[in-house]
């Protein structure tokens, strides 16, 4: 009885740090100033925000907005606000020229894996035992044949489907590739979920052209819950993390720009399918709709809403232990 008890009692001790953090997170984002210079802390020294400007080029499509520039000047504008906050930012892109999905996973798995590899190497100067020596010398090699694996593919986007699923399936019977997979393992490493954290940035469009109605901000994560991969990949390690973050930048996104808050959802875009980092992709208003194009291309706003992301990234990482405690 006195286990039962310490059993339940553990239970309710984590669902009420559970739904402090989010009703936290919940009331703060409207009493937030998204106006303001952000104040410097030391939250983000150490860690890597990999920004994912969405889509490229500048087509215009809906009266000469253009949802590839625009997500590029935002997150440019973000990249700033964060590196002054002491993070190392990596970009998929950064100019109007549309770059492969396969080639922007590539270069992040690249970046991943070297600070992996960097991180085993400095255990090789501690005293350890042969064999635990041999042990990080054969991951060293083998993360560097992983990163050459995927150089493959920023050399040639046409090598992409030796080791990525496509990001038009839609069978969702597929099976993850055995490179990939490999990689994913050597992604659960603390260092990633500590450190790591991924943006993808983009607006949406409602499914029809005749639509002008829809509206508002909603952020997408993924967790081996979503139904869509349960044939291709179910190890995710940081789905917990990666709604965390949707749901800090959902609340905050919407207040800054005075959008709907159209909450967050679960689904396997290929920018939150392949690598197993934390990651949001942010769908930060709908550009077929007039009131919320309007927004989203004025420098006012614009402001708002970086400042809103960035202070999310901010409060995610202050947070982080707590997140880990629950």
């Not at 990525?164 to 069978?171: A, C, E, L, M």
């Not at 790591?196 to 409602?206: E, K, V």
């Amino acid at each position: 009885m006195k286990h039962t008890a310490r059993w339940i009692t553990g239970l309710l001790v984590a669902a009420t740090i559970a739904l402090v953090v989010c009703s936290c997170a919940a009331s703060d984002a409207g009493a937030l100033d998204y106006d303001a210079t952000i104040e410097p802390s030391d939250a983000l020294s150490g860690r890597t925000v990999v920004i994912d400007p969405g889509h490229g080029n500048s087509e215009s499509y809906i009266e000469d907005f253009s949802e590839g520039l625009n997500n590029l000047v935002y997150a440019l504008e973000l990249r700033e606000k964060l590196e002054a906050q002491g993070a190392k930012v990596i970009m998929t892109r950064e100019t109007e020229a549309n770059v492969e999905n396969y080639q922007r996973m590539a270069k992040l798995h690249i970046y991943t894996l070297g600070l992996i590899k960097d991180e085993l190497s400095k255990q090789l100067l501690c005293d350890i035992s042969e064999s635990e020596r041999q042990s990080i010398g054969f991951d060293i090699n083998e993360l560097t044949k992983l990163q050459g694996d995927m150089e493959l593919v920023l050399d040639d986007a046409d090598n992409a489907k030796l080791f990525f699923n496509s990001p038009y399936d839609t069978t969702y019977s597929t099976q993850i590739k055995s490179v990939l997979r490999e990689i994913f393992e050597y992604e659960e490493h603390q260092l990633v979920r500590q450190n790591m954290l991924y943006i993808s940035i983009h607006s949406n469009a409602s499914g029809t052209f005749e639509d002008t109605e829809t509206n508002g901000t909603i952020t997408y994560f993924l967790s081996n819950s979503c139904k869509y991969i349960r044939n291709y990949y179910t190890n995710y390690k940081n789905g917990d993390l990666s709604e965390r973050i949707a749901e800090l930048t959902v609340d905050r996104v919407s207040a800054a720009g005075s959008f709907k808050n159209r909450g967050t959802a679960q689904n396997d875009y290929f920018m939150l399918r392949e690598h197993n980092l934390p990651a949001v992709l942010i769908e930060i208003a709908y550009h077929s709709n007039p009131s919320d194009r309007e927004k989203l291309v004025d420098p006012y706003y614009r402001n708002r809403i970086t400042n809103a992301i960035t202070l999310s990234v901010l409060s995610y990482f202050e947070k982080l232990e707590l997140y880990e405690s629950k």
